[in-house]
């Protein structure tokens, strides 16, 4: 009896305890348009951590409010390890800087984006290749059109936002972000395929050494 008893004990903690990992885990979604906010005051703390002091107030006029493009930059801003990008079309400043904020921190960042839209005028991709972090892109005429991030490779951001000004104020667009192992698990697989599929080295358009 008393072995049964403590079996029953064992169990129902077990479930108290998947609950509240359940519970603690993020699952969030939000909705664009984000409606304006400050973003400046966000960014400048994140700039400013691990350094002595506070950055001063800051004077822009939009409200301090939370949005959800300040409940985006949050959760990409935690990284603390590795951060993969999978992204169409990146041309937000604002993203643009807590990228380049998580590389000086010493966060590992990989990007993948689309061949045809890393060139065109206000894409960040030629911003972060400057700081150092590692970017691949296709090379066929078909679109790398994946929407997602991937931060310490536990929690997923995705949907159907482009990292653009426009789809953050302006479009009706959707992102779910979650911590579920089957779910991130999935999404690492493929960001690790196509990231070996455009390895420079496989480029076609690169002429060939004579042997």
């Not at 911590?179 to 455009?198: C, G, K, Q, S, T």
């Not at 480029?203 to 042997?211: G, I, L, S, V």
């Amino acid at each position: 009896m008393r072995a049964v008893l403590s079996l029953c004990v064992g169990a129902g903690l077990a479930a108290l305890l998947a609950a509240w990992r359940r519970r603690r885990s993020v699952r969030e979604v939000l909705f664009f348009p984000s409606p304006p906010c400050c973003t400046e005051e966000l960014l400048a703390e994140a700039e400013a951590e691990g350094c002595d002091g506070r950055p001063a107030p800051c004077p822009c006029p939009l409200p301090r409010s939370d949005c959800a493009f300040t409940r985006l930059l949050r959760r990409l801003l935690s990284a603390r390890r590795s951060l993969e990008l999978c992204l169409f079309a990146f041309s937000s400043p604002e993203l643009g800087r807590a990228v380049s904020v998580l590389h000086r921190r010493g966060v590992r960042i990989r990007v993948v984006t689309d061949s045809q839209y890393m060139a065109l005028r206000g894409s960040q991709i030629g911003v972060l290749r400057l700081l150092g972090i590692q970017v691949r892109h296709n090379q066929d005429v078909a679109f790398m059109h994946h929407k997602f991030a991937i931060v310490d490779k536990k929690m997923l951001i995705t949907g159907s936002l482009n990292w653009t000004m426009e789809a953050i104020h302006s479009n009706r667009e959707n992102v779910v972000i979650v911590e579920d192992a089957e779910i991130v698990r999935p999404y690492l697989d493929e960001f690790e395929r196509i990231w070996e599929e455009y390895d420079p080295g496989n480029y076609t358009f690169f002429p060939k050494e004579n042997d």
